[in-house]
């Protein structure tokens, strides 16, 4: 199954492996999509019902076409930002894709940017015709990287999600995260400030979370203070007046981030 996976090579020399979702998984997901949207489109239609039976009942009929337009462009903007909206937001996946376990990136290995969810849901339009999806299905069957239109223009690519091996025990780094309750939403980091971190970055923070359960106190504040001066200013934040503490804190959320996005595990 060599053609279903795809290597990537980062500036960093880095090769990483993907598996490419194909056709199967791919129409799974969307048909649990469309199922979601059918039941939010029925009941978009059941509320315009009775919004015009109760118009109905009023002498000014021409005021009774208002509804079905506003629905019409509801229905629209429902049907074509959920696609947008959750693929940008929910880090490529919609919920049908989650459920099914594929996700979009950026054909490079990075996370999908605003502008190629925008591109790829809007030639989702074209990928639907003639009807039942037919141009975008006969594009993923015969591409080689399983690709619909949208992709090719986009940029992207729908692969497998990388599932990370069970453990039995947490680490120290992850106990003292658990502890502390931190996560990485606890930071935003735009996703230009994210693509500028490379693999230097994710080195040296993932060596002081390996380094820091084992460091005595006062080594670690230093050390702490050292890796903050570096890290922190690049995604915008300022070290000066913060405790040690605190900026512990900011490294181990920082931490969780990239490794979302550097380490992988088949």
Do not use: C
């Not at 009023?58 to 208002?66: A, R």
């Not at 490379?198 to 820091?212: N, V």
């Amino acid at each position: 199954m060599n053609e279903d996976r795809l290597d990537i090579k980062t500036p960093e020399y880095v090769s990483i492996q993907f598996q490419l979702a194909g056709l199967g998984s791919r129409a799974a997901a969307f048909i649990i999509d469309q199922l979601l949207l059918t039941v939010v489109n029925i009941l978009t239609i059941v509320v315009l019902f009775f919004v015009m039976d109760g118009i109905s009942s009023v002498q000014f009929l021409p005021d009774s076409f208002i509804p079905i337009a506003i629905t019409i462009i509801i229905l629209f903007i429902v049907n074509w930002g959920y696609f947008f909206a959750f693929e940008f937001f929910l880090g490529g996946r919609t919920i049908g894709k989650k459920l099914i376990g594929i996700r979009v990136i950026q054909e490079n290995g990075h996370s999908i940017t605003l502008l190629s969810s925008f591109i790829r849901n809007l030639i989702r339009i074209i990928d639907s015709l003639p009807t039942a999806y037919f141009l975008g299905i006969i594009m993923i069957f015969f591409h080689p990287k399983h690709k619909r239109l949208g992709d090719l223009v986009a940029g992207t690519i729908v692969i497998h999600e990388r599932k990370v091996k069970q453990k039995k025990k947490l680490t120290p780094i992850e106990k003292e995260i658990e502890t502390r309750g931190l996560t990485k939403y606890d930071i935003f980091i735009d996703e230009w400030t994210l693509k500028s971190l490379g693999m230097k970055e994710w080195k040296l923070i993932s060596t002081y979370a390996s380094r820091y359960p084992q460091v005595p106190m006062e080594e670690r504040n230093q050390l702490t203070r050292q890796i903050a001066e570096i890290l922190l200013p690049k995604i915008g934040l300022e070290v000066e007046g913060k405790r040690e503490t605190d900026l512990e804190n900011t490294l181990l959320v920082l931490y969780l981030i990239l490794k979302d996005e550097w380490e992988f595990e088949l």
